[in-house]
Structures are given as C-alpha cells and as structure tokens.
C-alpha cells in the first residue's frame, strides 16, 4: 500500500522562528491534507492541496505531486501552534478514500 | 455551519464490556469515515460508508467491531466485547462527496479498557 513518510518527527523552535515540515509519498494520490492536532486531540484542517501552492495567514504549503511530496511553511512561529502536524493523502478510488496518515511532526514552540 | 458531531467525548469500560460511539457529519456529506488513533501514531481507517452503504470495511476487526449508517445520515460504532487493545480515539469524519474532497474531522471519542 501507499506510504506516507513525514519528516523530522519532532522539532523545537523558539517562538518566531520559521519552519518547514516535509511529507512524501509512495504512489500517486487524489488528493492531499494537511493538519494540525491540538493539544485536546481535534484535528484542524490546515490546507487541502493535492497540487500546487496555498497560504493562510502564517502557514502555507506547497505539493509537487510529480515528485510525490508536499511542504507545509510555518513562519513566525507562536506558542499556539505547538502540536502534532498530520499530512495525510487519499489512495486511488479504486481502493476506497479514506486518508493515509503519516506518524506526524510534534512541532514544540517556546516563548 | 455546523461541525462533525461525535458522543461520548470520553468513555472507561472494563474489558469483555460492551461500548458504543456515535457520530452526526456535516450535514450534507454523503460520505462517512471511522478512524481508530492509538496514542503516537496517526489516525487508520476503520470503516467508510457512502450514504447508508459500506465502501470499505476491510481494516475493521469484525469479530468485534461492527458499524451501521441506517438512514444515511448519523452512524454508530460498536465494540463487543471490548480488548485492552482497543484504547484509543475513536474519530469520525466527512466528505461532501466520495472522492477528490476534503475530510472534516470530528473532536473524537476517547476510549480508556481498563
């Protein structure tokens, strides 16, 4: 099956500092999410972006589906945005749709 | 609009106990997702219906495990009887439609066999 490989797992930044959490994956997928769990454990949907580039405010992402890998941007960092970062993709149809997850980047922040 | 719905948030069971979780999507979405996220890994799928029928059960333990989506809309997760094993969130999640769409997630249910 489909292979989802985040990287680094874990990361400790001091508030202000920028990041960048990388996602590759096996096969070619229908579409790709990125998300952010908080500490009480609801996944909050970061960006849906099986191609291509989007920004929210701090954070924005960008997947190269031709290369199987997806970058999601944090700058600026502030003590909120600690966390588990799930990138997660959707298998070929074919195969049911459900999200394949990643084991996450527990991203720590400190003021 | 309204999120993800899902009841209990928390729940302790002594093994070999029954337990049940329910859950109401967006309205709307006609697709529905149960996720089982054991602590430090990511969210595996257990079941996938698309409307009132099952799309994909292949990863649920049925020998435990069962799930039903009657009228299409709200659906129920059941275990019984229950293993230590089976500590975990329980997740639900929605899609508008099957395919090349976003998933919401609800808050979960947090299930402690003692």
């Known amino acids: 099956g489909i292979q989802v490989e985040q990287s680094p797992p874990d990361l400790i930044l001091q508030e202000g500092a920028n990041s960048t959490l990388r996602c590759n994956f096996s096969?070619?997928?229908?579409?790709l999410q990125w998300f952010h769990q908080n500490p009480w454990g609801q996944l909050i949907n970061l960006f849906y972006i099986p191609s291509g580039t989007k920004q929210n405010g701090r954070l924005s992402a960008t997947t190269v589906a031709t290369e199987r890998y997806s970058l999601l941007y944090i700058s600026s960092s502030q003590t909120t945005d600690s966390g588990v970062y799930f990138c997660?993709?959707?298998?070929?149809?074919?195969?049911?749709?459900?999200?394949?997850f990643g084991k996450g980047t527990t991203l720590s922040v400190s003021s | 609009e309204a999120g993800v719905a899902q009841s209990p948030r928390y729940k302790i069971i002594e093994k070999r106990q029954s337990v049940a979780f329910w859950c109401n999507p967006i309205?709307?979405?006609?697709?529905l997702y149960w996720y089982q996220q054991i602590l430090g890994q990511g969210p595996k799928l257990l079941i996938q219906?698309?409307?009132?029928?099952?799309?994909?059960d292949s990863q649920l333990p049925k020998d435990r495990f069962s799930a039903e989506r009657l009228k299409g809309v709200d659906s129920t997760l059941k275990i019984q009887p229950a293993k230590l094993e089976d500590s975990a969130v329980y997740l639900c999640?929605?899609?508008?439609?099957?395919?090349?769409?976003?998933?919401?997630f609800g808050p979960g249910t947090r299930l402690t066999v003692l």
């Open positions: 999640a929605s899609a508008h439609r099957i395919s090349y769409n976003e998933q919401f």
């Open positions: 997660a993709v959707e298998r070929d149809v074919q195969a049911g749709t459900a999200l394949i």
């Open positions: 219906f698309q409307n009132n029928g099952v799309v994909d």
């Open positions: 096969d070619s997928v229908n579409n």
């Open positions: 309205s709307g979405h006609a697709t």
